[in-house]
Every structure is written in structure tokens, then in C-alpha cells.
């Protein structure tokens, strides 16, 4: 029997949208109904070197230059990257709480000239690309009313969710593939669950899973050619 690698699934949305609990059941049941070792992330991964100077900005200690903390933000990810594949390649899945898809959000809702959307995602092109990424869509408006409301950290603020989720709009738009499922994230927890469950038991039953490569997130952008002296 071929050696199947794991998959890789991203779960992304505005905070209060229910990023963490989807990622949680979904890590159980692919390791407790289908019988497949998993492991869980989330980015920013606070206890790394990177992840420690990101807390000490998110929760207002510190102040840092955007460009500098967009860079932070995409080495936290660098950092696991290894691992990520790692695992992938020896048949461990990985279910990620966020990835670059909300690096780039969060930097372009500061709407600077400077700091572009071509910028924004070059930082993170030969990341591990997931096979799938859930975009969990919720107007601020409702998700500020779950759970006692937004919390205390930088990000965490209607307005600036306000633009975070144009911006999502905007991301998804322009990179216009396979990879994104916008899901109503006002739909019952127990319904998303399933449907969840259901996408990767589908994708353990495909055969092309056995020997499948792991892509990487790829440029969008075609730089001019030289012309020949």
C-alpha cells in the first residue's frame, strides 16, 4: 500500500467567528472517527522568539514599525514551516488556527500606500500551501455579541474587523483559486462540524493522495522579461 501523506487545513475568519472551536473538533474527529494522527497550530504562535515580540505588539506593550511587525508575523509562520512539512510527508494531518491569508488582512486594513497587497504576500511565497483553507465569514457587528464581546488587544476592535473582513473579500478576489471555502459562520456548530469532517474523510479516500506533493504558496505576479542586450 502507498504511503498517503497528511493534509493540510486552514481554518481562517474575524475573530469571534469560531476559528478555534472548528479547529479543535475538527483535530478530534479526524483522530478519534477516522483513526489519523493530526496535530493542531495557530499563528501567531506566541512562544516562539518571534511570537514573544508579536504578544508584547498585539497586546499593546510595545510599539513597531507595520512593515516590521507584518515581517514578524510572516517569520513566525517561516518558523514552523519545516515542521509543517514534516509532518505532512510522514502522514500526520495539520489543521492551523490562521495563516498568511490574516497576515496579509491585518496589514492592509492599516490601509498604507506603502504597504501593498504585491508586498504583503511576497513575504510568505514558498510557504507550505494548505490543500484546504475554510473561511469562516461573520459580520462584525454579530461576532461582537458572542462570548461577552471583542477583548482587549490591538486587533481586537469592530472597526478594525470591519476592514479585515473587506480586505479578506479583497485577498480571496485576487488569488481567485481552489484552495478558499467561504462558510456562513452564523450556521449551528454542530452543522459546520459535520461538513467539515465530511471534506477531509473525502480527501482521505482519494487515491491521489498517495505520493501527492505539497505545493507552496506560488507568486501571482509574473515579473517583465529582460529583453536580450
Known amino acids: 500500500m ?3 501523506r ?3 487545513i486552514v481554518i481562517e475568519g474575524l475573530d469571534k467567528a469560531g476559528k478555534s472551536t472548528q479547529c479543535a473538533r475538527l483535530v478530534a474527529n479526524i483522530r478519534d ?3 489519523k494522527p493530526v496535530v493542531q497550530m495557530r499563528f501567531p504562535d506566541r512562544t516562539t522568539p518571534t511570537g514573544k515580540m508579536i504578544n508584547d505588539y498585539l497586546k499593546g ?3 513597531v514599525d507595520d512593515h516590521t511587525i507584518h515581517l514578524l508575523f510572516s517569520a513566525n509562520r517561516w ?3 519545516p515542521r509543517i512539512r514534516e509532518l505532512l510527508l510522514n502522514g500526520t494531518s495539520v489543521v492551523v488556527d490562521r495563516y498568511y491569508w490574516s497576515g496579509i488582512v491585518y496589514s492592509l486594513a492599516k490601509e498604507r500606500d506603502d504597504l501593498t497587497f504585491k508586498w504583503a504576500r511576497g513575504c510568505d511565497i514558498g510557504l507550505p500551501m494548505p490543500d484546504r483553507c475554510f473561511f469562516l465569514d461573520l459580520d462584525p457587528t454579530l461576532a461582537r455579541q458572542r462570548g461577552g464581546g471583542y477583548g482587549e ?3 481586537e476592535k469592530e472597526a478594525v474587523q470591519l476592514k479585515v473582513r473587506e480586505k479578506f ?3 480571496f478576489k485576487k ?3 481552489y484552495h478558499v471555502t467561504p462558510l456562513n459562520a452564523n450556521m449551528p456548530v454542530e452543522q459546520m462540524e459535520k461538513m467539515l469532517l465530511k471534506w477531509a474523510e473525502s480527501y482521505f479516500q482519494q487515491a491521489t493522495l498517495s505520493g501527492w506533493k505539497i505545493d507552496s504558496v506560488a507568486p501571482l505576479f509574473q515579473e517583465p522579461r529582460q529583453e536580450e542586450e
Do not use: M, P, Q
Request: charged fraction near 40%; hydrophobic fraction near 35%; proline fraction near 0%.
Open 79 to 81: 518558523e514552523a514551516a
Open 2 to 4: 502507498s504511503h498517503l
Open 169 to 171: 473579500e479583497f485577498v
Open 33 to 35: 472517527k477516522l483513526n
Open 61 to 63: 506593550d510595545t510599539e
Open 6 to 8: 497528511g493534509i493540510f
Open 175 to 177: 488569488e481567485d483559486h
Open 153 to 155: 488587544e490591538r486587533y
